[in-house]
């Protein structure tokens, strides 16, 4: 236990200085897709919370960071500030996403998926066709990039910093809440939804709220996405961007609270690293994803994990197997 | 491996990498070209990238342009407007010469102001109407916008097919409703009425309902505006129902993968065509040749797209006679380059102040499973 907490708390000082050292070196387009990891994290961690913890499968994170984006370009172009477009898509996607939870207290597994997955088609249409507000398929350019405390961030370097400060402030909110009686009511839902009931778990409740507060995050990650690329369009935000944060939770290690981290930095970084491969690059990705996949269907934390508790319980038995030979040797 | 081989290893890449770096006498002409080679745009993009790769072949065969050879690196922005604004911000962050790509309009919409923050012209693919009328100085097209293909679309169905009523059949992207939206325009301009207006899906496999509206509304003509695949597919439902009033198009209802896929259906169907390597123009024809020999296929006008903007380089920096990418696209806005002195632009074309081309263009008709030229429609300016 003692060298897992030092692995994560090495692992967790050396991710926080590499991310506010590295990028007064790094060019508009490294800081650009680094930005775009961090609000890629944001809505896995929303999705890890929704299906790591809770368990319930969901296809339609995606459709959430379309929500939260289309409600901070639609208000930011019409000259309302970034925060308060932050407040209307957080409390936005709850609603949605308290009313998709729904379905599962009918459904699980691969229906609940389906019944997200067509709501995921709908939303898609939604931004498309209607036109009036979200000016449908010619998409809404030039979102602004907001002031915050006075500073205007515009540049890449500021916008940057603005990204990694949501991620941050995401990350210590959701530590904070699976550590919370809630957290380990999710994951008790997860485990055993019977005994959680039986045990007073309100699990209707959690249930729905397991949804919410991942459709939240989903949304909190759109109102960020919009002034990063300053334009979005409808095609961003289809079932492959769902799939694509299933992916990113998977990859990374469902259920861990770094998984969601590591899996955007597979999705997000790993095929801009490739790039140098040029014609190559999608088949190298997608050979090592699900060769990964093969290796440890828990994703990479899984690998991690297995090793750390494959340690422990050598640990443990050599420390049994000891103790039992002193008491043979008092015998 | 042993220490030593390891050492050796690396004085080997030291020196190779010092080679590499080390001055040659014209320094290369950089380019840098973001283009859809995955996704749902890869035609697009892997027939401008290639089309540009025939033109730098050719260019730097006989010498380069006033000498410099030319060295270009592609990008996938598979197809999305976010990775296509990373790939952008890499390409400038290169200092390219000029910046080609991207061919889907939305992802144009994303990057166009950042080359023009960058002071880098943008020679790209998209048609939308809209991308050039932002007042962005350093946008250029290279294939006709909407709103100049679609006036010429609606006056031949007015003027020459003389419909009064017209069915509407165009894909929901934003390459389908632009169109859409500027014809539709028109046709109200010209007292045509659209009796029928029916967005489509990218993708779609069955058109039997949408044909069925069209039949059910009895137009005098149908303007099918669909990518490739679907464009076969929408044809080869309307002959099945029997619909025979004109079926006119743009682009791409004619285009040779089109008549493959559709078989005899598209036969008799009309289209307006600005860049075709079907074109009766014997630079056009040596063209699709040599492009057919070196990649094994012909391509279609995105391939034209991707070669003609490297010979739009070649004139502009032979007619400032240096490289001087600060000067590019104040050189570009109004210049005219003609074929007879670059045979690669392969047709006259003249650049306006938006970075618009005006250019011959053709009305073509499938007549035997060929495209066949029925109009050469002449440059506005001659």
């Given at each position: 236990?003692?060298?897992?907490?030092?692995?994560?708390?090495?692992?967790?000082?050396?991710?926080?200085?590499?991310?506010?050292?590295?990028?007064?070196?790094?060019?508009?387009?490294?800081?650009?897709?680094?930005?775009?990891?961090?609000?890629m994290?944001?809505?896995?961690?929303?999705?890890?919370?929704?299906?790591?913890?809770?368990?319930?499968?969901?296809?339609?994170?995606?459709?959430?960071?379309?929500?939260?984006?289309?409600?901070?370009?639609?208000?930011?172009?019409?000259?309302?500030?970034?925060?308060?477009?932050?407040?209307?898509?957080?409390?936005?996607?709850?609603?949605?996403?308290?009313?998709?939870?729904?379905?599962?207290?009918?459904?699980?597994?691969?229906?609940?998926?389906?019944?997200?997955?067509?709501?995921?088609?709908?939303?898609?249409?939604?931004?498309?066709?209607?036109?009036?507000?979200?000016?449908?398929?010619y998409?809404?350019?030039?979102?602004?990039?907001?002031?915050?405390?006075?500073?205007?961030?515009?540049?890449?370097?500021?916008?940057?910093?603005?990204?990694?400060l949501?991620?941050?402030?995401?990350?210590?909110?959701?530590?904070?809440?699976?550590?919370?009686?809630?957290?380990?009511?999710?994951?008790?839902?997860?485990?055993?939804?019977?005994?959680?009931?039986?045990?007073?778990?309100?699990?209707?409740?959690?249930?729905?709220?397991?949804?919410?507060?991942?459709?939240?995050?989903?949304?909190?990650?759109?109102?960020?996405?919009?002034?990063?690329?300053?334009?979005?369009?409808?095609?961003?935000?289809?079932?492959?961007?769902?799939?694509k944060?299933?992916?990113m939770v998977?990859?990374?290690?469902?259920?861990?609270?770094?998984g969601?981290?590591?899996?955007?930095?597979?999705?997000?970084?790993?095929?801009?690293?490739?790039?140098?491969?040029?014609?190559?690059?999608?088949?190298?990705?997608?050979?090592?994803?699900m060769?990964?996949?093969?290796?440890?269907?828990?994703?990479?934390?899984?690998?991690?994990?297995?090793?750390?508790?494959?340690?422990?319980?050598?640990?443990?038995?050599?420390?049994?197997?000891?103790?039992?030979?002193?008491f043979?040797?008092?015998? | 491996?042993?220490?030593t081989r390891?050492?050796?290893?690396?004085?080997?890449?030291?020196?190779?990498?010092?080679?590499?770096?080390?001055?040659?006498?014209?320094?290369?002409?950089?380019?840098?070209?973001?283009?859809?080679?995955?996704?749902?745009?890869?035609?697009?993009?892997t027939?401008?990238?290639?089309?540009?790769?025939?033109?730098?072949?050719?260019?730097?065969?006989?010498?380069?342009?006033?000498?410099?050879?030319?060295?270009?690196?592609?990008?996938?922005?598979q197809?999305?407007?976010?990775?296509?604004?990373?790939?952008?911000?890499?390409?400038?962050?290169?200092?390219?010469?000029?910046?080609?790509?991207?061919?889907?309009?939305?992802?144009?919409?994303?990057?166009?102001?950042?080359?023009?923050?960058?002071?880098?012209?943008?020679?790209?693919?998209?048609?939308?109407?809209?991308?050039?009328?932002?007042?962005?100085?350093?946008?250029?097209r290279?294939?006709?916008?909407?709103?100049?293909?679609m006036?010429?679309?609606?006056?031949y169905?007015?003027?020459?097919?003389?419909?009064?009523?017209?069915?509407?059949?165009?894909?929901?992207?934003d390459?389908?409703?632009?169109?859409?939206?500027?014809?539709?325009?028109e046709?109200?301009?010209?007292?045509i009425?659209?009796?029928?207006?029916?967005?489509?899906?990218?993708?779609?496999?069955?058109?039997?309902?949408?044909?069925?509206?069209?039949?059910?509304?009895?137009?005098?003509?149908?303007?099918?505006?669909?990518?490739?695949?679907?464009?076969?597919?929408?044809?080869?439902?309307?002959?099945?129902?029997?619909v025979?009033?004109?079926?006119?198009?743009?682009?791409?209802l004619?285009?040779?993968?089109?008549?493959?896929?559709?078989?005899?259906?598209?036969?008799?169907?009309?289209?307006?065509?600005?860049?075709?390597?079907?074109?009766?123009?014997?630079?056009?024809?040596?063209?699709?040749?040599?492009?057919?020999?070196?990649?094994?296929?012909?391509?279609?006008?995105?391939?034209?797209?991707?070669?003609?903007?490297?010979?739009?380089?070649?004139?502009?920096?032979?007619?400032?006679?240096?490289?001087?990418?600060?000067?590019?696209?104040?050189?570009?806005?109004?210049?005219?380059?003609?074929?007879?002195?670059?045979?690669?632009?392969?047709?006259?074309?003249?650049y306006?102040?938006?970075?618009?081309?005006?250019?011959?263009?053709?009305l073509?008709?499938?007549?035997?499973?060929?495209?066949?030229?029925?109009?050469?429609?002449?440059?506005?300016?001659?």
């Amino acid at each position: 236990m003692s060298t897992q907490r030092l692995l994560t708390l090495l692992g967790l000082t050396l991710g926080v200085l590499l991310l506010l050292v590295a990028p007064f070196w790094m060019s508009k387009y490294q800081l650009y897709v680094v930005s775009l990891w961090a609000v890629m994290s944001i809505a896995a961690i929303g999705l890890n919370l929704t299906l790591g913890y809770a368990g319930q499968v969901s296809l339609a994170q995606g459709v959430f960071v379309g929500v939260g984006a289309y409600t901070g370009a639609i208000m930011t172009t019409n000259g309302m500030p970034m925060a308060a477009a932050l407040v209307v898509a957080v409390v936005l996607c709850f609603a949605i996403g308290w009313a998709l939870g729904y379905p599962a207290l009918r459904v699980q597994h691969h229906y609940l998926a389906f019944v997200t997955l067509a709501f995921s088609t709908l939303g898609y249409l939604v931004f498309r066709n209607e036109e009036w507000l979200t000016k449908g398929i010619y998409g809404i350019v030039d979102v602004p990039r907001p002031m915050l405390l006075g500073v205007q961030a515009e540049s890449n370097l500021r916008f940057y910093f603005v990204c990694i400060l949501s991620l941050a402030i995401v990350s210590f909110g959701v530590w904070w809440l699976i550590r919370s009686p809630w957290g380990r009511a999710f994951v008790a839902l997860r485990e055993n939804p019977i005994r959680a009931l039986s045990l007073g778990v309100d699990t209707r409740r959690y249930t729905l709220m397991a949804f919410a507060i991942g459709s939240c995050l989903g949304g909190v990650a759109g109102v960020i996405y919009a002034p990063l690329v300053e334009f979005i369009d409808p095609s961003p935000f289809t079932l492959d961007l769902s799939l694509k944060l299933l992916m990113m939770v998977i990859v990374g290690g469902s259920g861990f609270f770094a998984g969601p981290y590591l899996g955007a930095a597979i999705a997000v970084l790993l095929p801009e690293v490739l790039r140098f491969t040029e014609g190559y690059y999608l088949l190298i990705y997608a050979a090592f994803v699900m060769i990964l996949m093969i290796i440890s269907p828990t994703g990479l934390l899984g690998i991690l994990d297995r090793y750390l508790t494959a340690r422990s319980t050598r640990k443990a038995s050599a420390a049994r197997a000891a103790l039992s030979a002193s008491f043979g040797d008092q015998t | 491996m042993s220490i030593t081989r390891k050492v050796s290893r690396l004085a080997v890449l030291t020196l190779a990498a010092g080679f590499m770096a080390a001055p040659v006498l014209a320094q290369p002409i950089h380019l840098e070209d973001v283009a859809e080679l995955s996704g749902g745009g890869a035609t697009v993009g892997t027939n401008f990238k290639n089309g540009a790769d025939l033109a730098i072949a050719e260019i730097n065969a006989k010498g380069g342009i006033l000498g410099h050879k030319i060295e270009i690196t592609h990008a996938d922005s598979q197809s999305n407007p976010g990775v296509a604004r990373a790939l952008v911000q890499k390409a400038l962050d290169n200092n390219p010469y000029v910046l080609l790509g991207p061919g889907y309009s939305g992802s144009v919409k994303v990057t166009e102001s950042l080359a023009a923050k960058a002071g880098i012209a943008n020679i790209m693919g998209g048609e939308a109407a809209e991308l050039t009328q932002t007042g962005n100085e350093y946008v250029f097209r290279t294939s006709f916008g909407q709103q100049s293909t679609m006036p010429k679309v609606a006056r031949y169905i007015a003027e020459e097919i003389k419909a009064k009523t017209v069915a509407v059949v165009w894909v929901n992207n934003d390459f389908g409703k632009g169109g859409r939206d500027v014809i539709n325009a028109e046709f109200a301009k010209r007292g045509i009425k659209v009796v029928a207006d029916l967005s489509t899906e990218a993708g779609q496999v069955d058109f039997a309902a949408d044909v069925l509206k069209v039949k059910n509304a009895a137009p005098d003509a149908v303007f099918v505006y669909l990518n490739e695949d679907e464009s076969a597919r929408a044809l080869k439902e309307l002959k099945r129902q029997g619909v025979t009033v004109p079926l006119i198009g743009e682009t791409t209802l004619t285009g040779q993968k089109v008549i493959d896929l559709a078989g005899g259906a598209a036969e008799g169907a009309l289209a307006h065509v600005g860049l075709t390597t079907d074109a009766p123009i014997p630079a056009v024809q040596e063209f699709r040749k040599n492009f057919a020999a070196k990649y094994n296929y012909v391509p279609d006008h995105n391939g034209i797209k991707g070669y003609l903007a490297i010979y739009v380089i070649k004139a502009v920096t032979e007619k400032m006679g240096k490289v001087d990418p600060a000067n590019f696209a104040k050189t570009l806005h109004g210049m005219t380059i003609r074929a007879k002195d670059e045979p690669g632009i392969l047709m006259d074309v003249t650049y306006d102040e938006h970075g618009d081309i005006d250019r011959q263009g053709f009305l073509v008709e499938v007549k035997d499973g060929k495209q066949v030229v029925k109009t050469i429609l002449p440059k506005m300016v001659p």
